[in-house]
């Protein structure tokens, strides 16, 4: 059951243009969000997060998207820079899920100097 | 800046051992986490642990698994009986607040992981 799904496994991106990286839940009852960023013998580490009641949240050249409707959210990073090379994970939870995060399978960035 | 720290940071072991995963989580959170990957898949919860005990945990923590903090510090988690598909990549994790809600930073900070194969 995979409730949290990255469907880009990886992606290259010129160092100075925007980096997009999606992600779609089913779970509707989800309403809370963040993003970890892993970089490879090191575990995840936040980056940012959104709740439901926004659709927007910016931290410097970090920004989450959210849209309710279509159960899918985005992250920006603008200008992208080759530090910004990592496996990006989507996570997700809600009232009924307890403690639990649900994760995606990543996306792998590469940031092209 | 306060970590979570794990070891051993590579295992191997043979199917049918015991393997004990330790983890010293940030002095001041009061939630504890497992979690793991196997390689190529997502992240998989396994468990969470508050006031010294099981708070949750997923069908993939059978029997065979158990954690336990032992003393004040470590959170560890036994698996009794290794099989082949255990091997993966387990973070511990902790928080100061429960695992969900929209309004706090409810923010797990992980560990780098405990890589563990078994032959």
């Known amino acids: 059951d995979q409730q949290v799904k990255q469907n880009s496994p990886s992606l290259s991106v010129q160092e100075g243009r925007i980096s997009i990286l999606n992600c779609d839940y089913t779970n509707s009852m989800f309403d809370y969000f963040l993003w970890y960023k892993k970089y490879p013998a090191e575990g995840p580490t936040f980056l940012i997060s959104?709740?439901?009641?926004?659709d927007k949240n910016e931290d410097g050249r970090f920004t989450v998207f959210l849209n309710k409707s279509a159960k899918h959210l985005s992250l920006h990073i603008v200008p992208s820079q080759p530090g910004d090379s990592a496996v990006y994970f989507c996570a997700a939870s809600g009232p009924l899920t307890g403690n639990q995060f649900y994760f995606g399978t990543g996306t792998s960035l590469t940031v092209i100097p | 800046e306060p970590e979570v720290t794990q070891t051993p940071s590579h295992q191997v072991t043979q199917m049918g051992q015991e393997v004990i995963l330790r983890c010293v989580p940030i002095?001041?959170?009061?939630?504890f986490y497992w979690y793991r990957q196997i390689l190529g898949q997502k992240v998989e919860f396994l468990v969470s642990?508050?006031?010294?005990?099981?708070?949750?945990k997923s069908e993939i923590f059978d029997d065979q698994f158990s954690v336990e903090r032992p003393d004040g510090s470590n959170f560890t988690l036994k698996i009794r009986s290794t099989k082949l598909e255990d091997s993966a990549m387990y973070f511990c994790a902790s928080s100061d607040l429960p695992g969900t809600g929209p309004y706090g930073a409810n923010v797990l900070t992980f560990g780098a992981g405990s890589r563990l194969t078994v032959l």
């Open positions: 959104i709740s439901s009641i926004k």
């Open positions: 642990f508050y006031n010294n005990e099981i708070s949750e």
């Open positions: 002095s001041n959170h009061l939630y």
